[in-house]
Antibody
Framework: EVQLVESGGGVIRPGGSLRLSCAGS????????MSWVRQAPGKGLEWVSG????????HYADSVKGRFTISRDNAKNSLSLQMNSLRVEDTALYYC??????????????WGRGTLVTVSS | SYVLTQPPSVSVAPGKTARITCGGN??????VHWYQQKAGQAPILIIY???DRPSGIPERFSGSNSGNTATLTITRVEVGDEADYYC???????????FGGGTKLTVL
C-alpha cells in the first residue's frame, strides 16, 4: 500500500524557517516525481514545488521561488521542503504528493494527509 | 500564468447527473485531470488525461474536454459524492501544474 506521511509542520513567526519532511513507503520511491501542494484554510489547492525522480530537476511556484527549496533522498525514501522567510500567506496544510510517473508534470496519484504550517506573529 | 475557472458550487438531486465545468483558454489542447476532496480528507485522483479513471473509481465519473471547457460528469449521483472537485492542467509556458479554484458539489 502506497503511503506518504508528512511531518515538520507547526507554528512559526513571520520571517522564520521550517523544514517539512515526507516519508514514502509501499512503492519504489526513486521511480516517481514528487511534489508539495498546499491548501490554505478554507481555500483551494495550490501547487508549490516539484522534483523529478532523480532530483535532477526542480520547479517552484512564483509565490515561493527563492524562499523554498525542495529536495529528496531516494536512499531514505524521503522528500523535504525547506521553507525560509515565511510569510503569513504561507499558512496552509502542506501535502506531499506523488506523480503518476517519473516526472512532476504528470498528475498526482497519491497524496499524504498533510502537515499544517501556521505563520503568525 | 494559465487560469482555470470553475463554478464555486453545483447542486444536484440524488440519482441525477452533475456536470462540473473547468474553463481555460484553449483548454481542449491540454490534458485535464480531476480530483475529488471530501471534507477533512486529502484529495484523490478521479480522472486523468481527460477521461481515464484510476482503479477503484466508478464508471459514473467521466470527463470530456473541448474548446475552452473541460467537463467532469457524474451520473447517478450519490450522497457520498458530496465533495469539492478540482480540475488541473499543466501550464505549458512554465511546465507548472495549475489547479482550478474548486467546485463544491452539494447533493440535495
Amino acid at each position: 500500500e502506497v503511503q506518504l506521511v508528512e511531518s515538520g509542520g507547526g507554528v512559526i513567526r513571520p520571517g522564520g524557517s521550517l523544514r517539512l519532511s515526507c516519508a514514502g513507503s509501499g512503492f519504489t520511491f526513486g521511480d516517481y516525481g514528487m511534489s508539495w501542494v498546499r491548501q490554505a484554510p478554507g481555500k483551494g489547492l495550490e501547487w508549490v514545488s516539484g522534483i523529478k525522480w532523480n532530483g535532477g530537476s526542480t520547479h517552484y511556484a512564483d509565490s515561493v521561488k527563492g524562499r523554498f527549496t525542495i529536495s529528496r533522498d531516494n536512499a531514505k525514501n524521503s522528500l523535504s521542503l525547506q521553507m525560509n522567510s515565511l510569510r503569513v500567506e504561507d499558512t496552509a496544510l502542506y501535502y506531499c504528493a506523488r506523480a503518476n510517473g517519473s516526472l512532476t508534470t504528470l498528475p498526482v496519484d497519491y497524496w499524504g494527509r498533510g502537515t499544517l504550517v501556521t505563520v503568525s506573529s | 500564468s494559465y487560469v482555470l475557472t470553475q463554478p464555486p458550487s453545483v447542486s444536484v438531486a440524488p440519482g441525477k447527473t452533475a456536470r462540473i465545468t473547468c474553463g481555460g483558454n484553449n483548454i481542449g489542447s491540454k490534458s485535464v485531470h480531476w480530483y475529488q476532496q471530501k471534507a477533512g480528507q486529502a484529495p484523490i485522483l478521479i480522472i486523468y488525461f481527460e477521461s481515464d479513471r484510476p482503479s477503484g473509481i466508478p464508471e459514473r465519473f467521466s470527463g470530456s474536454n473541448s474548446g475552452n471547457t473541460a467537463t467532469l460528469t457524474i451520473t447517478r449521483v450519490e450522497v457520498g459524492d458530496e465533495a469539492d472537485y478540482y480540475c488541473q492542467v499543466l501550464d505549458s509556458n512554465s511546465d507548472h501544474p495549475v489547479f482550478g479554484g474548486g467546485t463544491k458539489l452539494t447533493v440535495l
